[in-house]
């Protein structure tokens, strides 16, 4: 399984070749905990010239989009570190005072640094945002226009720029944003360049007379999948080789977004944002770096080593359980536990791949790291208590009157697995149906520790009344499952994956049954 997950692609270009620079990328210097959302951030310069010369190596332009948190001093760092254009942004919003404060900052520093400041760049999807009306927005443009000797231009989606026209009278060139993993009907990592071509001619026909630069285009390498795009290292890969190919074969200007990884952007955006970088943003390595094989896992060896060593280790559970006994287990227990130890070793290397990306935060690890271990855990004991005849447990067993409690070692540790993995999987369920746009699917831990739990319900006792709250839990699930189902399409496996599990746990909860013989 790993050798098939782990396989390299071959790319006809690489994606980043230093003696093929990139034209330009989107540049944010902030890491770890540094965010442009706290106000108080500030980035020292010595950070900033270490992110510099090393974009230097790739590329000839970076684009920014704001002179605060201590932006105001790339175009300086980037004169004296020489051969690095900048592409200066105004960020513009509802706040009409701080818009003035910044439109002075970038004629004066366009004016300092008029070999370096090659374009300014007035507001980004500030249109989109809905944070100024187009007229005011004409008017800030032309202001800034006056002032500089310097092209101005506005960036912001391709769908705006034809519902505001009026602005392409204002600008020197034009800049649209093609995001296809962003469209509303997203596109496929497979056609993405190809649909990057179309929007453009569509542009060029739409706004003839004046260039059109594509100021924001690539993909992600993490995250979640939005119908059939699916966010990863390969396809990332793929994407920015053939935007790459195709700018230069049809001399187009583009640029990537983005440099580095932004952690910050999970907040706003989900595990998909922190991760449309070529660098990572922590130790600050260029994800491809040219020659290299280009692998989704490029430590799958210890992916796959860790979850064989899962495997023994619930099949060493089951027998060092059955030394204890003097009978035999039937023969469908044992294929319990093998069932049980193949899927939770098959996916504890996609499981921990996804904890370790997608945790953002305390919260974030505390989230996915109790699923993950419940995970590692639900094979474990219910190995043990399928070779000695037992049932899951219920909430009452864990939960309920202590005088009603038939209480175990067992007993409490697999109840308490079983609502650790309940309460999550609802929680995630839930989020699907009221906000689903930037939460991910928990598809491999939570099959490592439901599959297990439908497994031992099979031992369940046929008389006995139905708790209540496995009935709720199972009814959140199932409901949930339906409207996840149709409303993230077909063409989406991880929801597909994800929903089928919804299913199983629903199903296995509701199976449950409060009179229960407990050893």
Request: hydrophobic share 45%.
């Amino acid at each position: 399984m790993w050798w098939w997950l782990a396989t390299p692609i071959t790319l006809a270009r690489a994606p980043i070749d230093p003696a093929d620079k990139v034209q330009c990328v989107s540049y944010a210097p902030f890491r770890g905990e540094q965010s442009p959302l706290n106000t108080w951030t500030h980035i020292e310069a010595d950070q900033i010239e270490q992110d510099l010369r090393q974009l230097k190596e790739i590329t000839d332009c970076v684009r920014t989009y704001s002179m605060e948190n201590g932006l105001d001093q790339v175009p300086a760092i980037a004169a004296r570190i020489g051969g690095l254009k900048v592409l200066q942004g105004i960020w513009l919003s509802s706040n009409r005072t701080k818009n003035l404060e910044q439109a002075a900052l970038a004629v004066r520093l366009s004016k300092d640094f008029p070999g370096v400041i090659t374009a300014v760049i007035v507001g980004n999807e500030v249109l989109l945002r809905g944070e100024m009306t187009t007229a005011d927005l004409v008017s800030i443009i032309r202001s800034v226009k006056a002032q500089v000797s310097v092209p101005v231009t506005y960036a912001d989606v391709w769908e705006f720029w034809l519902r505001n026209r009026e602005v392409y009278d204002a600008v020197d060139f034009v800049t649209i944003h093609i995001l296809p993993y962003w469209e509303d009907f997203p596109v496929k990592a497979k056609f993405a360049a190809a649909h990057v071509e179309q929007i453009r001619e569509r542009m060029a026909v739409a706004f003839p007379g004046k260039e059109i630069l594509i100021g924001e285009t690539g993909w992600p390498s993490e995250g979640r999948m939005r119908e059939g795009a699916l966010p990863s290292r390969t396809n990332q890969a793929r994407v920015v080789s053939e935007i790459l190919s195709l700018a230069k074969a049809q001399k187009f200007r583009v640029n990537l977004i983005e440099s580095y990884d932004q952690p910050w952007k999970r907040k706003l955006e989900g595990t998909v944002g922190g991760y449309w970088g070529l660098y990572d943003s922590v130790r600050r390595n260029l994800k491809y770096p040219p020659g290299e094989p280009i692998s989704n896992f490029p430590f799958w060896k210890w992916y796959m080593g860790a979850g064989m060593g899962l495997c023994v280790l619930v099949f060493a559970v089951a027998l060092i359980t059955l030394r204890r006994r003097p009978w035999t287990p039937r023969f469908s227990a044992w294929l319990g536990v093998a069932i049980s130890a193949t899927t939770a070793g098959s996916l504890l290397g996609v499981g921990a791949d996804k904890m370790y990306y997608e945790s953002y935060g305390i919260g974030g690890w505390l989230h996915w790291g109790a699923l993950l271990l419940a995970g590692i855990l639900s094979p474990i004991f219910c190995a043990q208590a399928m070779v000695i005849g037992r049932s899951l447990p219920t909430f009452l067993d864990l939960l309920g009157p202590r005088e009603g409690r038939k209480w175990s070692k067992l007993t409490a540790v697999l109840g308490l697995t079983l609502a650790v993995s309940a309460v999550i999987a609802a929680q995630t369920a839930l989020a699907f149906v009221f906000d689903p746009r930037y939460h991910d699917f928990p598809y491999a831990s939570l099959t490592m520790a439901v599959v297990p739990f439908a497994l031992l319900m099979l031992n369940r006792p046929q008389i006995g009344q139905r708790p209540i709250a496995e009935a709720v839990f199972a009814g959140v699930l199932a409901l949930s499952a339906v409207f996840v189902f149709f409303n993230e399409g077909r063409d989406n496996w991880q929801s597909l994956w994800t929903c089928a599990i919804f299913l199983l746990f629903a199903l296995t909860l509701w199976r449950a049954r409060a009179e229960q013989i407990q050893g």
